[in-house]
Every structure is written in structure tokens, then in C-alpha cells.
């Protein structure tokens, strides 16, 4: 269970480590949310950690759509030098290529596998049987058998 933090004590944290020089991971000794994300309060807003540090270490975002990336791929590290500022896209390819992308079976909402996936492009294309068998609409099952949808199973 993560310690509960005095009034001032996440950016107080926060600012004390901004020009931590080690190359392991700084683990967010607070709370975080649900996703696993460290959450600091700094002048009484409420961000992820990783956020507040990249401003502190960093300067302000670019663009206001930017996110603080991890290079490590560890969402509750703090460490500056393993924190950038980078584009939705670009923090999401880092998500795939840390493997820590919630697609495919690793989202908590789907009801399908991997091997659904391979059944339901290998077999006769009768949707009407497929619909049926997995539960499916007409327009999911289209866009899984033309890779639009679990397109990173072969």
C-alpha cells in the first residue's frame, strides 16, 4: 500500500529529485491511479506525476496535446532522464513497443482471444454462423477479417 502524502509532500517530492542522475527508475513513492500512473498535487492541481515532473525538468509541453513519455515504459517512474514530452502517437508507440498497450486480450473490455481472432479469419465466410458463434456484429466481424480490428494477430 503506497504511504499517503502530506499537504505540499508530492511536489516537495517532486522538486527534490528534478535532477536525479541515476539511470534506474525513480518509483513514485505516493498514490496512483487506477491505470498505475503516479498521481502529485502541485499549486492544488492534480496530475499524473510523470506530468509534473516533465514541466519541472522539461519546461512546459510544446503543444498542449503532448504527453510526458516514459522511455522505460514504467508508468509510476519519475525519473527525468526516463521522461520526454512526445505526441499521443508517439507515447502510444512507445506503449506497443514496451508491450504495456492494452490491445488485443490485454483490454479489459473485449470478449475475444487471439485464437477467436485466427478462427474467425480463417473460416468460410459465412457471417451469419460467425456473428452467432462469437457474438459479434455484422460490421466487427468485417473490419476483424480485414485486419482493421486485431490487426496485430496473423
Known amino acids: 500500500m503506497k504511504k499517503i502524502a502530506d499537504k505540499g509532500a508530492t511536489e516537495a517530492f517532486l522538486r527534490a529529485h528534478v535532477a536525479f542522475a541515476g539511470d534506474d527508475c525513480l518509483q513514485w513513492p505516493y498514490a496512483r491511479s487506477a491505470s498505475g500512473y503516479g498521481l502529485a498535487v502541485v499549486g492544488g492541481i492534480q496530475k499524473h506525476a510523470s506530468r509534473w515532473m516533465c514541466v519541472l525538468a522539461h519546461g512546459p509541453a510544446p503543444r498542449d496535446a503532448d504527453e510526458a513519455?516514459?522511455?522505460?515504459?514504467n508508468r509510476a517512474c519519475v525519473n527525468p532522464r526516463h521522461l520526454r514530452w512526445d505526441t499521443p502517437a508517439g507515447n502510444q508507440a512507445d506503449r506497443v513497443a514496451h508491450g504495456t498497450h492494452n490491445q488485443g486480450e490485454r483490454n479489459g473490455k473485449?470478449?475475444?482471444t487471439a485464437d477467436d481472432i485466427r478462427a474467425i479469419r480463417s473460416a468460410p465466410p459465412n457471417l451469419?454462423?460467425?456473428?452467432d458463434r462469437f457474438g459479434i456484429s455484422k460490421g466487427s466481424l468485417s473490419k476483424i477479417r480485414s485486419g482493421q480490428r486485431w490487426g496485430h494477430i496473423r
Open 110 to 112: 473485449t470478449r475475444l
Open 128 to 131: 451469419k454462423a460467425l456473428m
Open 69 to 73: 513519455a516514459h522511455s522505460c515504459g
